[in-house]
């Protein structure tokens, strides 16, 4: 088809708000935004997920990457230097209330996503125009070809909101990579389409979203509709995401995956953050901040209806922990310490999203898996979380799974009568003013709210306490001074550095007062 130019399309824009101010009916979508598109073509979600299947049994064929050495030249710097014309966003000018904009390829993010608007069971493809986009002159970026395309997409703020252009709060970019802010208005920690054999003795694969399809929104009531289609080496996936902006961000994910070969582990709704180190676990000086983290735990809502808080690890070596179950009625990364004196930078870890999995199905038997890998940085996600399904995962086998994304402040569904975990401490054991015995540790761990919420500071609850090896002592609770919190404090006494599995929990006579404190100790190497 004939390329338009920028100006011609600005042109043409301008034309249709006329035709409209005069009662002329402005026509299609399409034709109401200074984009250039393709052809239409039908489209429906049955017909991609048909798609979806087919590719399974054909040869995989990776994404185009358009001149490689020019895209490697476009680094964090650069590519953070190229926006794109919010003037010629989708949905600018309407009707979608949520205007669109595209992110270009770089060195993080070489291959071609191909994008499309879909209106009335029609899909057109957006055509790559480097005019679409603000760059300096000297930017790399001006010696791709033509066919380059996008890297990704992002949703703003309505485009009611004066300051729509410059805030944002979805965005797709990277693999199957995304994310949202939550309800303090802070991008963090990511989710994925799939997870393929993370941690395992062979190579971790990436399947690509190649092609996304956007529908709009007509009003802030109503969801963003964005289907994708998934392809990597080893699965082929069809999703469709309805997406709601409310006091955070809701996605309804409904995917159907087809393997291509045997997959070991076959990561579902997984979550991806950075934890380097808490209030338990700062190395001495290595960083002047008290605490460095997009998430501080894992909670899980079991299928048996347990609460359960397991606070992360950087650990030295990776670290992958299974809770088995079966059904489960959710299981999130969240951030809960939301002190702003606990970061003390610019960078609003206090604020960052919770994100919380509520699967819409039966799961049936299977496990929570937690991944824990090293880092020395800030830089580096280096923690996942995902359910794995039980049964093995071989070639030409075809899955559904339906489940709700929630990037809130914290998980909902919370079980009120429950305390919660609010912070975790370790140190020496032992007692104050005697001399501390080698291999022994203090665990102090804090409960707030529920159940404990004005309880007597007289009548201290009692406490559930278990330990994969090792001895246990000087076991007690109190309340914390100056605060509505109570602390469950025990000495473990070790030898050797394996890890130590943990499990607490408080209660009384009337039953169970909190959610089950677990905890992976990882021993230090002595002083």
Same mark, same amino acid.
């Given at each position: 088809?004939?390329?338009?130019?920028r100006r011609?399309?600005?042109?043409s824009?301008?034309?249709?708000?006329v035709?409209?101010?005069?009662?002329?009916?402005?026509?299609p979508?399409?034709a109401d935004t200074?984009?250039?598109?393709?052809s239409?073509?039908?489209f429906?979600?049955?017909?991609?997920?048909?798609?979806?299947?087919?590719?399974?049994q054909?040869d995989y064929?990776a994404p185009y990457?358009?001149?490689?050495e020019?895209?490697?030249?476009? &680094?964090y710097?650069a590519h953070g230097?190229i926006?794109?014309?919010?003037?010629?966003?989708?949905?600018a000018?309407?009707?979608?209330?949520y205007?669109?904009?595209?992110f270009?390829?770089?060195?993080?993010?070489?291959?071609?996503v191909r994008?499309?608007?879909?209106?009335?069971?029609?899909?057109r493809?957006?055509?790559?125009?480097?005019?679409?986009?603000?760059?300096?002159d000297?930017?790399?970026?001006?010696e791709l070809?033509?066919?380059?395309?996008?890297a990704g997409?992002r949703?703003?703020?309505?485009?009611q909101?004066?300051?729509?252009?410059t805030? &944002?709060?979805a965005a797709?970019?990277?693999?199957?990579?995304?994310?949202?802010?939550?309800?303090?208005?802070?991008?963090?920690l990511?989710?994925?389409?799939?997870?393929?054999?993370?941690a395992?003795?062979? =190579?971790?694969?990436?399947p &690509?979203?190649?092609?996304f399809?956007?529908?709009?929104?007509?009003?802030?009531?109503e969801?963003?509709? @964005?289907?994708?289609?998934?392809?990597?080496?080893?699965v082929?996936?069809?999703?469709?995401?309805?997406?709601?902006?409310?006091d955070?961000?809701v996605?309804?994910?409904?995917?159907?995956?087809?393997?291509?070969q045997?997959?070991e582990?076959?990561?579902i709704?997984?979550l991806t953050?950075?934890?380097?180190?808490?209030?338990?676990?700062r190395?001495k000086?290595?960083?002047w901040?008290?605490?460095v983290?997009?998430?501080?735990?894992?909670?899980?809502?079991?299928?048996?209806n347990?609460?359960?808080w397991?606070?992360?690890?950087?650990?030295?070596?990776?670290?992958?922990?299974?809770?088995?179950?079966?059904?489960p009625?959710?299981?999130g990364?969240?951030?809960r310490?939301?002190n702003?004196?606990?970061y003390?930078d610019?960078?609003?870890?206090?604020?960052?999203?919770?994100l919380w999995?509520?699967?819409?199905?039966?799961?049936?038997?299977?496990?929570?898996?937690?991944?824990?890998?090293?880092?020395d940085?800030?830089?580096?996600d280096?923690?996942?979380?995902?359910? @794995?399904p039980?049964?093995p995962?071989e070639?030409?086998?075809?899955?559904?799974?339906?489940?709700?994304?929630?990037?809130?402040?914290?998980e909902?569904?919370?079980?009120?009568?429950?305390?919660h975990?609010s912070a975790?401490?370790?140190?020496?054991?032992g007692?104050?003013g005697?001399?501390? =015995?080698e291999?022994?540790?203090?665990?102090?761990?804090?409960?707030?709210g529920?159940?404990l919420?004005?309880?007597? =500071?007289?009548?201290?609850?009692?406490m559930e306490?278990?330990?994969?090896?090792?001895?246990?002592?000087?076991?007690?609770t109190? =309340?914390?001074p100056?605060?509505?919190?109570w602390?469950?404090l025990?000495?473990l006494?070790?030898?050797?550095?394996e890890?130590?599995e943990?499990?607490?929990?408080l209660?009384?006579?009337?039953?169970?007062?909190s959610?089950?404190?677990?905890y992976?100790?990882?021993?230090?190497?002595?002083?």
């Open positions: 088809m004939a390329h338009l130019s011609h399309l600005l042109q824009a301008t034309a249709t708000a035709l409209a101010s005069l009662g002329v009916p402005s026509g979508l399409w200074a984009l250039s598109f393709a239409a073509q039908d429906s979600f049955e017909a991609l997920i048909a798609r979806a299947r087919q590719l399974a054909e064929q990457e358009p001149a490689p020019v895209v490697q030249e476009i &680094d710097d230097a926006q794109f014309d919010r003037d010629v966003a989708l949905f000018d309407g009707p979608g209330v205007p669109v904009t595209f270009h390829l770089g060195r993080f993010f070489p291959k071609r994008m499309h608007m879909v209106e009335d069971g029609k899909a493809e957006i055509l790559y125009d480097p005019d679409y986009f603000e760059m300096p000297d930017s790399p970026a001006k070809p033509e066919d380059s395309g996008f997409f949703l703003h703020e309505a485009r909101r004066d300051d729509w252009k805030q &944002d709060w797709f970019l990277g693999a199957s990579y995304f994310r949202a802010i939550g309800a303090l208005g802070q991008y963090g990511s989710a994925r389409g799939i997870a393929v054999d993370t395992t003795a062979g =190579p971790e694969e990436f &690509d979203f190649t092609e399809y956007i529908a709009s929104a007509p009003n802030q009531q969801a963003v509709q @964005v289907h994708a289609l998934l392809e990597g080496p080893s082929t996936g069809a999703f469709r995401f309805e997406i709601r902006r409310n955070g961000v996605m309804e994910v409904d995917s159907h995956l087809f393997t291509r045997p997959i582990r076959f990561g709704a997984p953050s950075m934890f380097w180190y808490g209030e338990y676990n190395p000086m290595v960083d901040r008290p605490e983290h997009d998430s501080d735990g894992l909670a899980l809502w079991t299928g048996a347990e609460r359960i397991r606070p992360l690890n950087n650990p030295s070596e990776p670290v992958v922990s299974s809770f088995v179950d079966r059904d009625r959710g299981f990364l969240l951030q310490d939301r702003p004196e606990n003390l610019g960078v609003n870890y206090h604020r960052r999203p919770s999995v509520e699967p819409l199905d039966d799961w049936g038997a299977g496990n929570v898996q937690l991944v824990e890998l090293s880092t940085d800030e830089i580096h280096n923690i996942a979380a995902f359910w @794995v039980d049964e995962v070639a030409g086998q075809a899955y559904r799974f339906r489940y709700r994304l929630h990037w809130m402040e914290d909902p569904y919370a079980n009120e009568e429950l305390a975990v975790t401490r370790i140190g020496r054991g007692n104050a005697t001399e501390r =015995p291999g022994v540790w203090k665990f102090v761990v804090e409960f707030e529920g159940a919420q004005g309880r007597d =500071p007289d009548s201290p609850p009692d306490l278990s330990a994969g090896r090792g001895g246990l002592s000087n076991q007690s109190e =309340p914390v100056d605060s509505k919190r602390r469950a025990f000495d006494e070790i030898e050797g550095d890890p130590v943990l499990r607490l929990h209660k009384d006579d009337n039953g169970v007062l959610e089950t404190w677990l992976q100790f990882h021993p230090p190497e002595p002083a």
